[in-house]
Each structure stands twice: as C-alpha cells, then as structure tokens.
C-alpha cells in the first residue's frame, strides 16, 4: 500500500512517459505515481499530495485549462539532457550546424539551453519546430529529444537524445517534499553516479576506435602516390605525409606541430600555400622536379589542404592506363552529356541515373532495343567511385552457355579440349575494381544464372575447371529488353538473381513515349556525321514526328545518316525519307500481347476510349471532365476515384497526364492498344 500519492503532468505523452520512469526508478515502492499528458486530454482538476509538471508552458496550459488545483504542494520541474544519449555528440567537431528539432517554439529553445548547459555550446542550433517551413541550406544533421517525426526528410544524420529528464535538483526536491530524502539519498546519488560511469566508459571505448582509426588513417595517407599537407591558418602542419618528405627531399621525423616557414624554404611556394585564397592547377618546380599543386579551404577557412602531385609520373600514368583500356575495348566512351534529349522522361532518367552512379550497387536497366542501354550503363560507370578502373562490355545473345562461363570466369589449363596453355583470365577478374556491363541478361540459362547469382551475393569467382576461390571488386550493371519479371513468374529466370539485380532500377522510355526528343536527337546525329549545315524542311520533321520508332534512337540514327546519303541539297526533305519498308514495325499480334500482359479491365477501356474522343475533339482533358463523361453509366465516379483510376493508366504507360493547356494524352502504348480494343 502506498504511504503517499504523486501527479506528473507533462505536454506530451512521450515526456510523460520518459518522465514515470524516472520517478519510477526512485519511488515505485512507497509512492503512487499517477502520470497525465496534456495533448491526451485531462478530464477532471487535479489533486494530489504532490503535483510535479514538466515545465513552466505545461503549468500555463494547465491553469489556461483550469485542470489544476493551485492549493496542492506544486514544483515545475528543472530539466536536462539525458546523459546517456549524449556520447555521439562528442564527436561532433566543434562549430558543426545542426537542427534542434522539438514540438513547440518554447521546449525547442529550451532544449538548446540545457544542451548548451552541460557543455555542448561548440555547436551551432539552428531551432526548428512545427510552424517553420524552411530550414538553411547545407544542414544534413540534426538533433531531436524524441521528436523523431517532425524532423524534414532532407536530414542525413539524425541524433535521438530522448525526452529531457528531470535534473539532480528536481528529484531531490520531489524526494525532500514527499519526506522520504534521507532514505532514498543513497541510492539515488549510487544510480546517479554508476550513469556518469557508464558514460565514461563508453566515451573511453570510442576514443580508443577514434585513436585505432587515425593511426589506420595516417597509414592510408602514408601510402598516398600524392603528396598531402593540412596546416592551419597560422601555417601549423596537421598533416604532411610520407610521399611529400620525399618529393620535397624533408626527411624529418615530427613535423606534425611544426610551422610550414620552418620547414619549407623555396619562397614561390611558401607564397602560394600562405595566400589566402584557393588555387587549383598551380605548377611549381621544386629542384627540378615539377609540382602540379591544388589548394582547397576547409569548413570556415581555419585550415588548407593541398595535393601535391609529379608532373610528369600523373600524365605518363594517365596516358598508359587509358592507352591499355582502349587498346583492350575496356574503356567506359559515354557520359551523361551523349545521352541527348529535352523530354521531362530524359531528364528524369538521367537525374536516377546520376544518383545510382554514386550508390556503388548493382543496377538494372530494362527498355527496348535501340534505347541506348550501353549508353546509359557507360555513363554510369564514367561519374562512378570507379571511373578510374576497367569497364567491360558482353552480350549474351552472341555467346553459347560454354564461351559465357569461359569469358565471365576464365578457365584453367586443360579445362577443356582447345584450353589455351596458361589458361585465361574471365572478364570479372579483369574488371576488378571496376565495372561490368551485362547486356541482354534475360537471354542467359539457368545454369549461368546460379553461377552468376554467387558472383553477386558473394563477390567471389572460380574459373572453369579450377578448385580455388578468387575474390573479385566488381559492380555489375546489366541490361534487358526482356520483361524480367515476366520470365520470373514462367520459372525461366531466378527470382533470386532478379531481386539482386534490381538493387537499382532504371527504366528506358522507347522513343515513342518522348518525341519532343527526336528533333535534338536528328541535330546531334548531323553534327557528328558531317561538318556540312544540313537542315531539315518542316515537312520531313513533321513526318518523323508521326512515326512510332519502333527501333527506337538506333533506328533514328540510321534513317538519319539514309538521308544524309541521299540527299542532293543542303536541306533534307521529303523525297529523300526512306520507303516504308526501311522502317521498323510493330505487329498487332505483339500489341495484343502487351493488352495481356497488362491486365486491362472493362473500365480501363472505357477511360481510354473517352480520352480519345475528348483529345479528338480538341478538350482539355482532366479528372473532373473525365468523372462527367462517367455519369449515367455503369462505369460512374467522382473526380477523386477518377485521379486513381488516371494514376494507374499512368504507371502502366498509357496516357501522359501534361500541365496546363495540355491536359491529359494518350501515349503511343496507349494509341496502339486503344487500337486493338475498338478492333
């Protein structure tokens, strides 16, 4: 039985319940807590033999709400940080920016107080609370006592510290008023101290990790080909690696702590690595030798970094790997700028695309033939961590099962009759530390398939006829114009391999569903197949722009560089279009199939019809027409299950919902199969 009885109320049902712990952890066997959150509702005025609130906002809400008895014995709360969600903190270098998320203006500032109250005032809070709408730029960190949800999606790194807690003051006040302070001092100042210790430790823990990882760090940077010094403002060495005491001929042991005016004589250099300002590309001769020095500005300006690099030793490097990967074919030829287009679905491809290339994971890309796949996975791979390494190129379409395994993995000597003597090294092995672009993936059989599947969840390969187990460095882009998925569902392509290849998805649209594309496309074919100024008549752009391109860009292309044959003026026209035999086309049969393949209901065709009739008719097509074009049939519905309905369509490819005067449009796919439907 209870000798006494306590009320905690706080704003929130999250510090409620922070808060009941910790009275709980002193008090359970002699008092009756009793707890309350304002935003849960308190019905009836409060009475006890104590009344604790969280803050000095929650007592004006409770005397606002009239739910409180001001008679009782009252004390607000002092609160702090709890310590122990605080140790990551301390490793955040001293002026970081980061965003104190909290629930309401008022708990938010006093969060930032009580952080800076136990000693993290080196840090730079920018508040944030329900209310603000927009927070400054290049902060990716920030920290919340709780408050998890409201903390925006474009933070990188969030820090949790838990719901403030009542502090050393508070509780020994709660424990004097309720009279029980002489019994419970012991044990509350035993718990309060064995926190402090286990903080202790666990900081202990992480500076050891910390000091393993510079000493692993200053090993990297000793192994650097380039030369690395950081100093500060004043000219103190942080960091001057082993590579730059041989390039400038300094063989002092400590040079760490020393000022660069004291270490480094020739007075070209000391005046470009004491100039303010950042410089790249700077080349100085040091005895003879010629530095290419770049100068970069850490956070603030407190302190440089500069590479210093051989002149002649990066250009003959450079020149030699990039001869041996051309003379090889293992060279990535496409960037991001070679894939050509001003359509929202090109713009869009190549921001995934950009985005993929820097997760290092394994990517695959689906879309017809003549997309530009190879394109797209080479461009890839030239703004990747790997740019610098092999990229190799296969198709399976043009290999048997037997040259597949032998040209991915290699083979011993004697493997097989007509082995080379030695052996040969597999493509993976080759591409070690680069990229590997598998093309028509959804051609290779099961058998492949398994041994492919081992490259990928192990990263280990074993040549043909071969007993040991290589290690291999390799990310794999592959490409299809094969419905993967489909096959998954025949058994005719591993659903494990499929969902380890789809780790990154990039979806090519045909060229059909992005024509606003091909007039730029036909300019750059033009420019890089003549230096002559061909134009196009308006008639021969209009006709192209009719065209389905069924073999998609590839197809363009060589049309394109038809016509440029031909041609017997400096403008194309439409005598020199090709016969409609050059051109590629699509049976209704193969139309049919996609109709199947995506599962289009009664309603579906209903919608697609009305679109039509209403695009032929020249009306601007959105939802709520739409939903009108429904009444008084059995297809009725409000604009709301329209903009459901619409959004379907859209995914599976059928109509283009556009802005403004545009509306929404059927696309090619949608043409074609709207075609079949009305027969």
């Given amino acids: ?95 970081t920016k980061v965003l104190f998320v909290n629930d309401v203006k008022g708990t938010c500032f006093e969060g930032i107080e009580a952080l800076k109250k136990i000693g993290f005032d080196y840090l730079e809070y920018i508040p944030y609370y329900p209310g603000i709408n927009s927070i400054p730029k290049n902060i990716n960190i920030a920290i919340t006592p709780g408050e998890y949800d409201k903390v925006p999606k474009s933070i990188e790194k969030i820090y949790d510290i838990g719901p403030r807690i009542m502090d050393f003051t508070t509780i020994t006040k709660i424990l004097n008023k309720l009279d029980v302070l002489d019994e419970k001092a012991g044990q509350f100042s035993q718990k309060f101290l064995k926190k402090i210790i286990n903080i202790g430790k666990r900081l202990a823990k992480s500076s050891n990790q910390i000091l393993n990882l510079n000493q692993h760090l200053n090993q990297v940077l000793d192994g650097l080909n380039d030369g690395l010094l950081v100093y500060d403002m004043f000219g103190e060495i942080t960091v001057f690696n082993e590579n730059l005491k041989k390039m400038l001929n300094r063989d002092y042991k400590n040079i760490v702590g020393k000022n660069i005016k004291n270490i480094i004589y020739n007075k070209k250099l000391l005046s470009f690595l004491m100039d303010k300002d950042s410089k790249e590309g ?105 740019k610098d390494g092999p990229f190799l190129a296969v198709n399976f379409s043009a290999l048997s099962d037997e040259l597949i395994e032998s040209e991915l993995f290699g083979y011993e000597e004697g493997a097989f009759t007509g082995a080379k003597k030695g052996g040969k090294v597999g493509l993976f092995e080759q591409a070690d530390g680069g990229t590997i672009f598998l093309d028509e993936i959804g051609d290779i059989s099961t058998k492949v398939q398994a041994r492919l599947l081992r490259v990928l969840q192990e990263k280990e390969i074993m040549r043909v006829g071969g007993n040991n187990i290589k290690s291999v460095d390799v990310r794999i882009i592959a490409a299809t114009n094969k419905n993967l998925a489909k096959l998954v569902n ?158 379907k369509l859209s995914t599976k490819g059928l109509i283009l919902k556009k802005k403004g005067k545009h509306g929404t449009v059927l696309s090619e796919k949608g043409k074609n199969l709207l075609m079949v439907i009305m027969g």
């Fill in 1 to 95: 039985m209870c000798q006494k009885s306590i009320s905690l109320i706080s704003g929130s049902k999250h510090t409620k319940m922070a808060l009941h712990n910790q009275l709980k952890e002193y008090l359970d066997d002699i008092v009756c807590i009793k707890s309350y959150a304002i935003d849960e509702g308190i019905e009836d005025v409060i009475k006890d033999d104590l009344i604790v609130i969280s803050s000095q906002i929650a007592m004006e809400e409770l005397i606002a709400l009239e739910k409180i008895d001001l008679k009782n014995e009252i004390i607000i709360a002092n609160r702090t940080i709890s310590h122990g969600h605080v140790d990551d903190l301390v490793l955040l270098p001293k002026g």
């Fill in 282 to 386: 700077q080349i100085i001769n040091i005895d003879g030798m010629e530095l290419l020095l770049n100068k970069f500005q850490l956070s603030k300006g407190d302190s440089s970094i500069v590479i210093f690099k051989n002149v002649k030793e990066t250009m003959e490097n450079s020149d030699r790997l990039k001869r041996e990967l051309i003379k090889k074919g293992f060279y990535a030829k496409y960037t991001f700028d070679d894939i050509i287009g001003v359509s929202e679905n090109i713009k869009r491809l190549k921001q995934i695309a950009k985005k993929l290339s820097k997760a290092d994971i394994t990517i695959l890309i689906e879309g017809e033939s003549g997309t530009g796949k190879e394109l797209i996975a080479s461009s890839i791979h030239n703004v990747s961590n790997r």
């Fill in 490 to 647: 025949e058994n005719k392509f591993r659903e494990d391999l499929y969902y380890r290849l789809k780790l990154g998805y990039i979806k090519v649209p045909p060229l059909r569903e992005r024509k606003e594309d091909i007039i730029a496309l036909m300019k750059y074919f033009i420019s890089t197949e003549t230096r002559a100024d061909i134009k196009i008549s308006k008639e021969v752009i209009k006709e192209l722009l009719n065209y389905d391109w069924y073999g998609n860009v590839r197809e363009l292309k060589n049309i394109l560089s038809y016509m440029l044959a031909v041609r017997d003026e400096d403008t194309i026209k439409s005598k020199d279009i090709p016969d409609r035999g050059f051109f590629q086309t699509k049976g209704i049969e193969d139309i049919k199939c996609q109709k199947n393949e995506l599962d289009l209901d009664e309603e579906e065709s209903f919608i697609l019809k009305k679109i039509y009739e209403l695009n032929k008719s020249g009306e601007i097509v959105g939802r709520e027409k739409l939903a009108n074009e429904t009444k008084s049939t059995k297809f009725e519905m409000t604009k709301y299950q329209m903009r459901s309905r619409l959004n």
